[in-house]
């Protein structure tokens, strides 16, 4: 059993940064076997792909958040980023990540099928508002 479990999430002024961790845990978890996605959930909205990365570093980005996201991964600490700068009021949203057991994940398919990924943590709200 995989647990992720997300942090960072608060209520910030539209264009400043936030970063958020999903920090991974189980028996056998590594980050060079999992894929992780951060995915986001609006009010009224349909949960989207933000982006994810691959167990060899590969990277992908939903078209409203490149150049102003950056996913990062720390191997040793099992913890994976997501740099949020230049923040919007359209990206207020609970943040989710998810684990994803495949080595080399095409990360723009799991990214565009959330149904795909097999953990998921609780998420973490981010109010992005004046």
């Known amino acids: 059993q995989v647990r992720l479990v997300e942090s960072g999430g608060t209520l910030v002024q539209p264009g400043e940064s936030l970063r958020l961790s999903c920090a991974a845990s189980g028996v056998g978890f590594g980050l060079d076997r999992y894929a992780i996605g951060w995915f986001r959930q609006a009010p009224g909205k349909e949960r989207e792909g933000v982006s994810c990365?691959?167990?060899?570093?590969?990277?992908y980005y939903t078209d409203s958040v490149k150049g102003r996201f950056t996913i990062s991964s720390d191997n040793a600490k099992n913890t994976v980023h997501l740099q949020m700068n230049s923040l919007k009021p359209e990206d207020t949203a609970v943040y989710y990540c998810?684990?994803?057991?495949?080595?080399?994940?095409?990360?723009?398919?799991?990214?565009?099928?959330?149904?795909?990924?097999?953990?998921w943590g609780e998420g973490t709200l981010v109010n992005v508002s004046a």
């Open positions: 998810a684990a994803l057991s495949r080595k080399r994940a095409l990360v723009q398919a799991m990214c565009t099928r959330p149904e795909t990924l097999e953990y």
């Open positions: 990365i691959s167990s060899v570093g590969s990277t």
